[in-house]
């Protein structure tokens, strides 16, 4: 019991680490085609500015439950996705210090860098997040050891790439989205017109993954065993169409909470598809690590479940707060330097 | 090179360069709240402006501090994927408790502090700059206590073949992790405080906005003397603590080889590894160190030579590492006393002035020296007496770390030369002007 409710935890705070900083992901890829003018470019950068930090603990979040909870999980995830897993490092790295660099100096030039930066530190891990959890779904060539037996070439399957254009895809509308929400203008319309155009590209991404997923994985299998589970991909499902609705009502506000809710689902359905498999091995199904032969003592998934349960509502209040007091319209000439990036 | 070694040189380097940041961040994000504070009881701008000014500097080196962070958290997982599954029970849910407990809130209220000026009243954004220090030392404490049950394992017992938590509250509270992370901190507090010292006295030789830099000088002269004089109790009782928890630390660091009562203390000594001795031992205080570690002559310490060779750790880097630091601490000492009988009127003396920009680097040694004699001295044990760093690692090719040492050590060296670069520039540049 203690373990399905730390799987559940799990693959939530992976799920809230996807929907938040999802947009901002999202958002960073597209900067180059949304921004016109330095101007532009400081009120994107600002749009996400009170939040991207705030969002990535949900990644440290779901990195210390994992680790926390299920350390064998952990240790053999991450050794086996070693590569791709320091290059979302490295990537999240260059994002976070473009946000803080790039008007230190007043140079075009070094302006450019960081940007670069922003971009590719944005791009990168949106990708290679959704190729990680591709390949997730599908199943890791692991041994009983723990050792990974593929090498690099091997997690660039079609199923994963598959799952990383899906994930572009998604958080760069999700991005469009927020940015509708906080500008006006031309900005606005350009962030309207992006959300329009990728929306075709999401829906024929995400029914095409859903497809692929009946035949690359066993998650859909898994589904129809607990029948009620399938409102996860009726969620997404249902999200993507509300946010083309409520995009085209002009509420942006909405659009934003649809494609939350796409996201939200599309990764819920995959983690619920897995259970109780945290990550299944493609070559020894004996191998495969699970929330029981994975799993911390009870004592401390009963202390772990204390604390997560006694702060996770307050962090949830205090940056749902800040959310709302910085939810406010912006423009390049309201951005003061003393209190902006 | 084999896993082993270039997984600890990755990780050392990475854990080093974080903690290039780190302290400034404990330090100074008191420092801000305290000016902040100051500005909300008297409604003098001027003390704004010292939050502003300061608080700048504080999120230039935070955006390094904080990016850096991450990787250590997930190389437990890349790396020591057999620490981790070993000892997870226990650690993981150290780490995790952090980023759910202190994290979130430091990073959101961080951001709320720098874009909330003109969105919060002067007292909510008050409470945000409070938030953001005491998460942030709050991180701190979680963190070290993470560490400090690698270096003194207590509250577990082996079952199902791996360390599970057995008392939660005997990791939290023994005395080997309440000393690291007092002494820990105390070394953070002094490098902010010379740190904001060492920036005032610049621009009081050039009398550069001498009004506001002689405030800041005054409350970082009584900051740093505190924590000084502070250290050097907190570093003594840590240093004589392992002579219960990690007795061949002890050893190394004093490059002790027999074990003795009434164990003199060398000022001078050059240790021997090869032969077991000392090469030089000069002005010596008989029974010094059985003193230090024991509070009497007849405490007995253990040497090096009662530890088999491959459970000893590497004594001469130990050892001058931790004679350095002893040394840069009573340094200290002198150096803040100085600053606060001047603290009124730093001006006079010129002296004091031009060198307290050149010890800006000096704690920040100090504390990095610290780190090498607590991690180096605790090998060959990843967690003293139960797991050996050698096998602690994960089954990855030594080419993949390779790579990822090298991408390490490039990234890290831009980002560090960058984030330097600015630091410089903004201390230099001074707050801008008052507002008439």
């Known amino acids: ?261 796409l996201i939200l689902g599309a990764a819920l359905f995959g983690v619920a598809g897995l259970y109780p498999d945290l990550l299944p091995s493609s070559i020894d199904p004996a191998a495969s690590l699970t929330a029981f032969n994975s799993s911390s003592s009870p004592l401390t998934l009963q202390i772990m479940l204390g604390v997560v349960l006694c702060f996770l509502p307050v962090v949830i209040g205090y940056q749902s707060w800040v959310y709302h007091r910085f939810r406010d319209v912006l423009d390049e000439k309201s951005l003061d330097p003393e209190t902006s990036y | 090179m084999d896993v082993v070694m270039l997984s600890r040189l990755q990780f050392a380097m990475a854990a080093c360069f974080h903690y290039l940041f780190v302290p400034l961040t404990l330090g100074l994000s008191f420092l801000v709240a305290l000016f902040e504070t100051k500005f909300v009881r008297t409604g003098d701008p001027e003390y704004r402006r010292q939050a502003k000014f300061w608080g700048k500097l504080f999120l230039i080196n935070f955006a390094v501090g904080v990016v850096t962070g991450i990787t250590l958290e997930f190389q437990f997982g890349t790396n020591w994927s057999r620490y981790s599954t070993q000892v997870g029970d226990v650690f993981g849910s150290l780490l995790a408790i952090e980023a759910t407990v202190s994290f979130f809130l430091e990073s959101t209220f961080l951001a709320v502090w720098f874009f909330g000026w003109n969105k919060l009243s002067p007292r909510a954004h008050l409470v945000s700059a409070w938030l953001v220090a005491i998460a942030s030392n709050l991180s701190a404490f979680w963190i070290l206590t993470a560490n400090a049950w690698m270096q003194s394992p207590v509250g577990y017992a082996i079952r199902n073949g791996r360390a599970e938590l057995d008392d939660f509250f005997a990791v939290l509270l023994q005395p080997a992790s309440l000393l690291e992370i007092g002494h820990t901190l105390a070394g953070a507090y002094i490098l902010a405080g010379f740190f904001v010292l060492g920036v005032s006295a610049w621009h009081l030789r050039r009398k550069n906005q001498e009004a506001f830099f002689s405030r800041s000088f005054r409350l970082a002269a009584v900051w740093t003397l505190i924590f000084s004089v502070l250290e050097i109790g907190l570093g003594h009782m840590s240093a004589s603590h392992l002579r219960a928890t990690q007795p061949a630390k002890l050893a190394a660091m004093e490059s002790l080889w027999e074990t003795r009562a009434s164990a003199p203390m060398h000022l001078l000594v050059w240790p021997d590894e090869e032969n077991e001795k000392n090469h030089l031992e000069a002005l010596s205080i008989p029974a010094g160190l059985s003193v230090l570690a024991g509070f009497s ?22 050892f001058l590492s931790f004679r350095a630091m002893v040394g840069l601490a009573f340094l200290f000492v002198l150096l803040s006393l100085w600053a606060f009988l001047r603290r009124r009127q730093p001006d006079r003396a010129p002296g004091l002035l031009r060198l307290l920009p050149w010890i800006i680097p000096l704690p920040y040694l100090a504390n990095q020296l610290g780190w090498i004699v607590t991690e180096v001295g605790r090998q060959p044990w990843i967690v003293y007496g139960l797991m050996r760093t050698e096998d602690a690692v994960s089954p990855i090719e030594p080419s993949q770390v390779a790579i990822s040492l090298a991408a390490f050590f490039l990234v890290y060296a831009l980002l560090g030369a960058v984030d330097f670069f600015l630091l410089f520039k903004f201390a230099r540049k001074g707050p801008p002007p008052a507002a008439a």
């Open chain 2, 297 to 318: 002559p007849d405490t007995e310490v253990k040497g090096l030579r009662d530890f088999p060779r491959q459970d000893r750790p590497p004594v001469l880097p130990v």
């Open chain 1, 1 to 261: 019991m203690l373990e399905t409710i730390w799987f559940a935890i799990w693959g939530l705070a992976w799920a809230v680490y996807f929907a938040l900083d999802g947009f901002d992901l999202g958002l960073g890829s597209l900067f180059p085609f949304l921004a016109r003018s330095e101007g532009d470019k400081r009120v994107i950068v600002n749009a996400m500015g009170p939040f991207w930090d705030g969002n990535e603990v949900w990644l440290i979040t779901a990195g210390g439950v994992t680790f926390a909870a299920f350390p064998r999980a952990y240790a053999v995830m991450f050794s086996a996705l070693y590569t791709p897993l320091l290059l979302l490092l490295f990537a999240l790295i260059l994002r976070g210090v473009a946000f803080e660099f790039r008007a230190k100096v007043d140079s075009p030039r070094w302006r450019r860098i960081w940007d670069g930066c922003l971009v590719i530190g944005s791009l990168l891990p949106a990708v290679l997040l959704g190729v990680a959890f591709a390949n997730i779904f599908a199943g890791i060539p692991i041994d009983a050891a723990g050792r990974f037996q593929g090498d690099l070439l091997s997690l660039l399957h079609p199923y994963a790439l598959l799952g990383g254009a899906l994930f572009l895809a998604m958080f760069a509308l999700h991005g469009a989205n927020w940015l509708a929400t906080r500008t006006q203008g031309g900005l606005r319309d350009r962030a309207d017109r992006a959300a329009k155009i990728l929306w075709p590209a999401v829906a024929i991404l995400a029914v095409g993954f859903l497809l692929y997923t009946h035949f690359a994985t066993p998650l859909w299998r898994n589904l129809f065993q607990r029948p009620w589970l399938l409102v996860l991909p009726l969620l997404a499902v249902a999200g993507l169409a509300a946010t083309r609705i409520f995009a085209a009502r002009g509420a942006p506000w909405r659009a934003w909470f649809s494609s939350a809710a």
